[in-house]
């Protein structure tokens, strides 16, 4: 049966073998801190997700698609049937300010950095309205009362559930149980993240699959 939010919030509430108000009222944010945990210790956690778009001439920066986390690809065309992927190559922020020091001049662009968390910052200032594509992770939507399921409820349901009773230790400030639960999502998370390892690999050798 599938992980809902609604089932998650009765699971912990029974791990935890508590029904006050006040542990009630912090469940939400125990799977909350629990996502977040698992998608800075996991290693591809999140969607894969490609979009197409337009570069702006006379505009370097970029803004990053929301709950982005990090880049698989960037290139963009030439604009004539599209039929051309000119790869932008990530670099260091100091190298692409080296690179191109006066934004106003224009080119096709060749490199991009991190501006921020949320923007691109590209190299040159593109010189026409190129069509790009992007390939990124996506984090996972935040569950809630509104929002179900996702990612993490979908494929790794016993690394959210052992996370979230973690994330509920300090609140609890006592539980012989914590050395098992750590013991459960260290084991969880290391078969989330060998199956990742074994998908790069498929991709990288196994043409057959593309």
Not at 3 to 9: E, G, K, P
Not at 69 to 86: E, L, Q, S
Not at 87 to 99: A, K
Request: aromatic share 12%.
């Amino acid at each position: 049966m599938t992980m809902t939010y609604n089932s998650l919030v009765n699971q912990l509430l029974d791990y935890l073998n508590r029904t006050d108000a006040d542990t009630t009222a912090e469940v939400p944010n125990f799977i909350y801190q629990a996502e977040q945990r698992i998608c800075r210790e996991s290693k591809n956690i999140g969607l894969e997700v490609y979009v197409t778009g337009t570069f702006t001439v006379n505009v370097n920066v970029m803004a990053k698609p929301g709950r982005w986390r990090r880049n698989i690809t960037f290139n963009f065309g030439n604009g004539i049937g599209n039929n051309t992927a000119n790869q932008i190559v990530l670099r260091s922020y100091e190298f692409v300010r080296n690179y191109w020091p006066d934004a106003t001049q224009l080119g096709p662009p060749k490199f991009y950095c991190d501006y921020g968390y949320d923007h691109f910052l590209m190299a040159p200032t593109p010189d026409q309205n190129y069509p790009f594509e992007l390939g990124y992770l996506e984090l996972p939507e935040p569950l809630s009362v509104n929002v179900q399921t996702n990612f993490l409820t979908n494929n790794a349901p016993d690394v959210l559930l052992y996370a979230s009773l973690l994330e509920a230790t300090p609140f609890l400030k006592n539980t012989d149980l914590i050395p098992t639960w750590e013991r459960m999502y260290e084991r969880g998370l290391a078969s989330l993240n060998s199956q990742d390892d074994q998908r790069v690999v498929d991709r990288a050798t196994n043409r057959g699959a593309d």
